[in-house]
């Protein structure tokens, strides 16, 4: 009994250094420090991205996973709500193996229906807790600041607003623009709702009723400031420097306003990135998103065109940008973001 002891303990041993020296190996590998998929994780084969982001950003993403992997990447191209809706409707059955957003709302829709698997710790850990919901069944990828962008010939810095809250005050009233049906202003008004209830939200989406003029995209609300139409108009930060990159036809004539102070005008609107419990290789849909929240992935939004904050792996945001630090945005948990809500509110507000 002793000599069989004895050798069950020398088992046991074997077996606990191997299962450390295997974990070691994992934890030195210059891609797993980098949050790329290291070698022994052995992802192969494809998957599946229903992506909502900008077609541009996701291929610089996808390429670049591909090239790291070898892992073979199809991508269906779609908007926040019809991608959201797509997935809930296949259910089980969904081809998806990960779905990409440029805002929240649509990640908390499919996370309701109990459709996310739950993201890998090690992704987890790559992106700090304001960044992704309390939740952890996604994850940030990107973010994107509210900001009101304006004519400064039409507008002096005294007569700004000093809140979000005051384009529905009557000294407004035809004076600015937005994009209610877009999935961009959807989600300032979910995080509106959030910060200051449904009175609150329904009080100022009335206002706004009455005062502002209604474009569709919010390019098209940028190009008609910059056209002299409307004084203002409240959008995303990167409509903007991605314009004044190219040839800033569109916004020369246009200031950007960032409100700060916690303000709901300042909220930081997080793109998502999930993997579906339908997914047929989980492994590489785990993967992509520890890639694309690693700091490869995150340099891809420093480096690029798309003018989105970095918000991962210590990655720094575009230089062009005003630091994320300084943006002052209020905390709002993205997994609490009420699309469903939103809707019925701006519908019986008449904005959609």
């Known amino acids: 009994m002793k000599i069989r002891a004895k050798a069950l303990a020398g088992i046991a041993l074997a077996a606990t250094t191997a299962l450390s020296l295997a974990a070691c190996g994992n934890g030195t590998t210059s891609s797993a420090a980098n949050g790329s998929p290291s070698a022994d994780a052995k992802v192969a084969g494809e998957i599946t991205v229903y992506n909502a982001q900008h077609d541009t950003l996701t291929k610089e993403w996808v390429d670049a996973f591909t090239k790291e992997t070898g892992v073979k990447v199809t991508v269906r191209q779609g908007s926040d709500t019809e991608l959201s809706n797509q997935i809930i409707q296949e259910g089980a059955a969904s081809p998806a193996d990960v779905f990409l957003t440029e805002n929240s709302p649509a990640m908390a829709q499919v996370e309701n229906a109990g459709l996310f698997a739950d993201i890998d710790k090690a992704t987890v850990d790559q992106v700090p807790a304001e960044y992704r919901p309390s939740t952890n069944k996604w994850t940030g990828i990107a ?6 962008v304006y004519d400064k010939t039409k507008i002096s810095d005294d007569k700004l607003p000093k809140s979000m809250l005051d384009l529905a005050k009557p000294e407004w009233k035809g004076r600015w623009a937005a994009s209610p049906s877009g999935a961009d202003f959807q989600a300032i008004v979910a995080a509106l709702l959030e910060q200051k209830g449904e009175a609150s939200t329904t009080e100022w989406l009335k206002g706004m009723k009455e005062n502002f003029k209604a474009y569709k995209g919010n390019s098209t609300a940028m190009k008609a400031v910059n056209a002299g139409e409307v004084d203002a108009a409240l959008i995303y930060h990167y409509y903007y420097y991605g314009d004044q990159a190219k040839t800033g036809e569109n916004s020369k004539n246009v200031t950007p306003y960032f409100f700060k102070n916690q303000d709901p005008g300042a909220f930081l609107s997080v793109s998502g990135g999930g993997v579906l419990k339908s997914s047929k290789n989980a492994a590489a849909a785990q993967a992509f998103i520890k890639f694309v929240t690693g700091k490869q992935g995150q340099e891809v939004l420093k480096n690029g065109t798309s003018y989105e904050y970095a918000i991962a792996s210590k990655v720094d ?11 002052q945005a209020p905390t709002v948990d ?9 809707t019925d509110l701006m519908t019986k507000a008449g904005l959609l």
Request: cysteine-free.
């Open 143 to 148: 973010a994107r600041s509210t900001v009101l």
């Open 317 to 327: 945001s575009n230089a062009k940008l005003v630091p994320i630090k300084d943006l």
């Open 334 to 342: 993205p997994a609490k973001l009420n699309s469903a809500k939103v």
